[in-house]
């Protein structure tokens, strides 16, 4: 069964909006999804009614919070089938869980003469995390080749599995391209070596069902605001085994058990990597709008979004001098393109006075861009409230851009 | 005609646009209109970097005056250039460094220019000031 996708545009209050004179078309769903009422409001009523400092204080709000708070952590395990909650660690977003797997993991992990695989297509984020821990460590940033159509060239990918290597870090979908890596070839031929894998989520979670398990990856992550949740808290898996043997990332408050002045012990997971006040309030919405994207539930979500793709893609090719960037095979609903002559700032100019929200330029993805020899692209990222009609919209817009500007 | 006078010049020209689609259509004409820089002054040391869009700059200095000239790899940015260019270029170092330009607010261009736009607008006025100020510095030894 499909849904009905204007009443669940409802549940969006700042779609409904006029953009210069214009009914406002939100594009940029990589970047940042709209949130629904639902997360708005659990926003809201955590400040109005159940504000408290958790894991503290012995009385009933802080009990209530502390309770509300470790509740979230147990759907965000179920959500991604994790096996235990104490896998679960808050963050402030994926940019934060991969800046705490890298600095912590390496401090552990990486010596001298190792080496990280990466890949072409990473955002980064999961570029510098790891470019800075090599450097601190000694070791060798090595770089998964892609090909053309913006996809991971996997017998490469193969050979540069060595006994050197350490770690593979690669996006689960690529923010720029769309492109869904695939994972489990990625995950088994590293465990056949015995090397963890790392899955940056942001771009994968609010597009298709993610089961760690099944996966069997070592560390996932992702942000909450990419899925229809609050900015400031994202998620990070990571095997009890490894989050174990991992030195703590940042100290104070929560993270200790014991401390004096000659010696701090640490507390057990999760909290060992949470320290100071957690964000508690972006952790209750986190978890509603979880419970959204599952009520929704992920067959329609990509049943509707594969539609999306394919008409934005069909549309977009009838228009003059469009090149589309990343054409793998697997995608989620981002689609990447430029005129060949017009700069993408110039489209997302004309394209804003539209009332149309893109992205345009390098998207945090740089090397990428370097790959495809050019300035940066312009970017639709669709969402599961998006529709044909906004779709056309775009179309007949990229059209004016062309009018205005050739 | 002194600055304020052509950035009155370029205002009412822009007043006489009522839709935006005429007012960029204009804008996009000024910028096609732009001499293109020779290859030689596209070169990093006269690029000033914006994270989108990119602009070259280059500055000579005769009689007093400085003269300016730009480019953009994107149409739009051009167009911007193509007004600052015709208000600042060709004038003495203090008139440059006093000059309010005032104009890129009530053309409606200012949106062009903030921080999030990230196309080297912000730091090509930043750079001709500079120019100005050192020239001017300069001048005084």
Redesign the interface.
């Known amino acids: 069964m499909s849904f009905d996708i204007q009443k669940l545009r409802e549940e969006f209050p700042v779609l409904h909006q006029q953009i210069n004179k214009k009914p406002f078309v939100y594009f940029d769903n990589a970047a940042t999804t709209q949130k629904p009422r639902v997360v708005i409001e659990r926003l809201n009523d955590y400040y109005s009614n159940e504000n408290c400092n958790i894991h503290r204080g012995d009385y009933y709000l802080s009990r209530k919070a502390t309770e509300a708070y470790e509740n979230s952590r147990k759907t965000t395990q179920l959500f991604i089938n994790a096996q235990r909650p104490s896998e679960i660690i808050f963050t402030r977003g994926a940019t934060d869980a991969l800046n705490l797997v890298a600095s912590s993991f390496s401090r552990k992990f990486i010596g001298k003469g190792d080496e990280v695989l990466i890949s072409a297509m990473e955002h980064h984020s999961n570029i510098v995390p790891w470019q800075l821990a090599c450097q601190e460590r000694g070791a060798k940033l090595k770089i998964i080749p892609i090909n053309q159509s913006g996809e991971l060239i996997m017998d490469k990918y193969y050979d540069m599995l060595n006994e050197k290597t350490r770690i593979v870090a690669i996006t689960h979908v690529s923010n720029t391209l769309g492109t869904i890596n695939p994972v489990r070839q990625v995950i088994k031929a590293a465990r056949q070596k015995n090397i963890p894998v790392l899955l940056d989520g942001a771009q994968a979670v609010a597009h298709m069902k993610v089961d760690v398990s099944q996966l069997d990856c070592d560390f996932y992550c992702f942000s909450g605001h990419k899925m229809y949740g609050p900015m400031g808290v994202g998620v990070l898996y990571g095997k009890e085994e490894w989050l174990e043997q991992m030195p703590p990332y940042q100290s104070g408050g929560e993270m200790i058990s014991n401390v004096t002045f000659a010696k701090t012990t640490f507390n057990d997971l999760p909290f060992k990597f949470e320290a100071g006040t957690p964000n508690v309030a972006d952790v209750l919405a986190l978890e509603q709008a979880i419970l959204f994207v599952q009520s929704l539930k992920y067959e329609n979500i990509e049943k509707h979004e594969n539609n999306l793709l394919q008409y934005i893609t069909q549309e977009l090719q009838k228009i003059d001098k469009i090149r589309l960037i990343g054409t793998a095979t697997e995608k989620t609903s981002v689609i990447s393109f430029l005129f060949e002559d017009i700069h993408p700032y110039d489209t997302g100019v004309i394209l804003d006075k539209l009332g149309i929200a893109v992205r345009t330029g390098h998207h945090c993805t740089e090397p990428l861009m370097d790959f495809f020899q050019i300035p940066g692209t312009v970017r639709a990222a669709l969402a599961v409230y998006n529709n044909k009609k906004e779709i056309d919209l775009f179309t007949e817009g990229l059209k004016m851009v062309r009018k205005m500007l050739v | 005609m002194s600055i304020e006078d052509i950035e009155s010049e370029v205002v009412s020209e822009f007043e006489m646009f009522e839709d935006?689609?005429d007012k960029?259509?204009y804008l996009?004409e000024q910028g096609k209109s732009v001499k293109p820089l020779e290859e030689k002054y596209k070169q990093p040391q006269y690029l000033i970097k914006g994270?989108?869009?990119?602009v070259w700059l280059h500055a000579s200095y005769e009689n007093g005056k400085i003269k300016f000239r730009a480019d953009s790899?994107?149409?739009?940015?051009k167009g911007i250039i193509a007004f600052l260019l015709r208000v600042l270029s060709g004038r003495t170092p203090d008139e440059i460094i006093n000059a309010k330009l005032s104009f890129i607010e009530k053309t409606g261009l200012k949106e062009?220019l903030s921080p999030t736009r990230?196309?080297g607008l912000n730091n090509m006025i930043k750079q001709i000031k500079l120019y100005a100020m050192a020239l001017k510095a300069k001048n005084k030894n």
């Open positions: 935006w689609t960029y259509n996009i994270c989108q869009s990119q790899d994107a149409l739009i940015t062009h990230a196309n």
